[in-house]
């Protein structure tokens, strides 16, 4: 019973916290979105040394968008996937790819794994 009183607790104050903890996680995210486009726009490609700008983002994005509709088209249906999102940034002057890091606030070049680079061979030749 008192263990029950003691969930009920638990769920009740969490509740009372939605409108608190939802409108607070959408601004970090608007915060985090505009940190990046802050420093697409003026970061310089390790590779060309031109500015990525902020059609790096959105070159990244439809990209993490193919890889992902190409990813659940090939799994089983109802299979739950975890998915780690491996390209943030793209040069559309030389194509070199970026990740981010939130921590550091930075673009690092992104260091593609033999493994990896062979499943992104297949899923680009089919
Ligand atoms: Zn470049």
Same mark, same amino acid.
């Given at each position: 019973m008192i263990k029950n009183i003691r969930e009920c607790i638990?769920? =009740?104050? #969490?509740?009372?916290l939605l409108p608190i903890l939802v409108p607070y996680s959408l601004l970090m995210d608007r915060v985090e979105k505009r940190?990046?486009?802050? =420093?697409a726009s003026r970061f310089v490609c390790e590779? @060309?040394? +031109?500015?990525?700008?902020?059609?790096? =983002?959105?070159?990244?994005?439809?990209?993490?968008?193919?890889?992902? +509709?190409?990813?659940?088209?090939?799994s089983e249906p109802g299979t739950r996937l975890r998915l780690v999102?491996?390209?943030?940034a793209i040069c559309p002057h030389c194509g @070199?790819?970026?990740?981010?890091?939130?921590? *550091?606030?930075? #673009?690092?070049?992104?260091?593609?794994?033999?493994?990896? *680079?062979? =499943?992104e061979s297949k899923l680009d030749s089919e």
């Open positions: 638990l769920v =009740l104050f #969490f509740i009372l940190r990046r486009r802050q =420093l590779q @060309c040394g +031109k500015v990525l700008g902020v059609e790096a =983002l959105q070159l990244a994005d439809e990209r993490w968008d193919e890889i992902v +509709k190409e990813i659940i088209a090939k999102r491996t390209v943030d @070199c790819q970026y990740l981010y890091r939130k921590a *550091e606030r930075t #673009f690092v070049v992104r260091e593609v794994s033999p493994e990896w *680079e062979r =499943l």
